[in-house]
């Protein structure tokens, strides 16, 4: 099965090619909300390194260097559904903790976050469903 993340910040993507005048690079601006498939395919490209074949929103696919997907994932700019589980956790347990406190500024904070992470979660939930619907995996 294919690796899915979300955009979780906004960010521009240098596509690289490999062509021997290599003068036709492009740029694609990935927007919060969006999802990225890493599929299985995967390709080495001397003095480049490893890339994958990365499909943005069933839509648009070209191959992204894995280092510059392992970069977007570090700098918290993507995230899979595990983190977004996990960060569902923590926000769940901070407003309570809000709650216990009385501490409204917190508590909206916190609630306000929650929200955008539980509407990013369910998007990638549901393209998650269609995709295995359609055996497009």
């Keep these: 099965m294919n690796e899915h993340f979300i955009a979780v910040k906004p960010f521009e993507h240098q ?31 001397i ?24 970069q977007y994932f570090k700098k918290g700019t993507i995230l899979s559904r595990l ?10 347990f901070r407003i309570d903790q809000s709650l216990d406190e009385g501490d409204e500024v917190s508590f909206n904070y916190h609630t306000k976050f929650l929200k955008r992470l539980t509407d990013l979660k369910v998007e ?4 998650i469903h269609y995709i295995e619907e359609n055996q497009l995996i």
């Excluded at 690289?16 to 919060?32: A, L, Q, V």
């Excluded at 983190?83 to 769940?92: F, H, T």
């Design 124 to 127: 990638l939930d549901n393209y």
């Design 47 to 70: 003095d480049h390194g490893w890339y994958g074949l990365v499909i943005i929103n069933n839509y648009y696919s070209f191959y992204m260097s894995l280092d510059s997907l392992n």
């Design 15 to 45: 596509i690289e090619c490999f062509c021997p005048d290599g003068d036709h690079s492009d740029e694609i601006m990935i927007k919060y909300g969006d999802i990225i498939e890493v599929s299985k395919e995967r390709k080495y490209v």
């Design 83 to 92: 983190d977004i589980e996990l960060k569902v956790n923590y926000l769940n």
